[in-house]
């Protein structure tokens, strides 16, 4: 049976999970998008610091062998910086850091973004030069690192969201049944009244919905009355002029 507590609970929860659905999927749009999108700016800020925190002198060195070890206790956790710097003038690897391949992160050398396929790892690549066109920074990060860190967002925010969607289903039962608690008083009150009980039904705490209702079910209760008020006057009535003639006829009897 369709009551009104119980489409307007469905209705409620239903367009909060349409509407969290939109939200969420729009956010993940956005994170995901190539070029505006957090990672990409991620690539695009650590390649522009590390431009201009580069020496011009690196230009006459070769590539240094002998690198310093970190200590035991800076173990990485996080998102880890790769990168390359390159000599533009005769394409000379000049610096790169630690689990990146030798070849070219970005092949064609091309400032901007790109998507790269190197020593069997699929990268996203940033690539910017100086501005007199000498070295080149390719920063770059897995796509698989990427994939991992949307896949965790995706179980992030599908929690938080279920946790609102489970509080917000709470509440808006409550609330519903605790507007719709008088009417089923008041149900109940009816249904326990006798077959001659015309009295009006109160209004008073009810919902301003039903107002009109119950005032036309008491119009309605007021002409039910009046009308069985006739009619006791017609049988009083009709009972008084059918006395007159039974007595006489009871007297005439008797003698």
Request: zero cysteines; charged letters at 25%; hydrophobic letters at 45%.
């Amino acid at each position: 049976m369709k009551t009104l507590r119980r489409q307007l609970t469905v209705t409620l929860l239903l367009t909060m999970t349409l509407s969290w659905i939109a939200v969420f999927a729009f956010q993940q749009y956005e994170t995901a998008r190539s070029q505006t999108g957090a990672r990409d700016q991620w690539l695009h800020d650590a390649a522009s610091q590390m431009l201009a925190s580069l020496p011009v002198s690196l230009l006459g060195n070769e590539e240094p062998s002998e690198r310093f070890t970190p200590p035991a206790s800076s173990r990485v956790d996080g998102d880890k910086v790769r990168f390359h710097l390159w000599s533009l003038a005769d394409r000379r690897l000049l610096l790169r850091s630690p689990d990146t391949p030798m070849e070219p992160l970005s092949g064609g050398f091309q400032d901007g973004y790109a998507d790269v396929s190197a020593d069997g790892t699929a990268w996203r690549v940033y690539a910017i030069s100086d501005a007199a066109g000498r070295v080149q920074v390719q920063v770059a990060r897995p796509q698989s690192e990427l994939r991992a860190q949307s896949l965790y967002s995706l179980k992030r925010g599908l929690i938080i969201v279920s946790v609102l969607f489970v509080l917000l289903a709470v509440v808006s039962w409550r609330v519903v049944g605790r507007a719709f608690r008088k009417v089923d008083r008041a149900g109940v009150a009816i249904a326990r009244r006798g077959p001659f009980d015309l009295a009006p039904l109160p209004m008073a705490g009810m919902p301003g919905e039903l107002r009109p209702f119950i005032r036309s079910i008491n119009q309605l209760l007021l002409r039910v009355k009046g009308g069985m008020e006739r009619e006791r006057r017609f049988l009083e009535d009709a009972a008084h002029e059918l006395r007159t003639p039974l007595a006489a006829l009871s007297a005439h009897a008797e003698l």
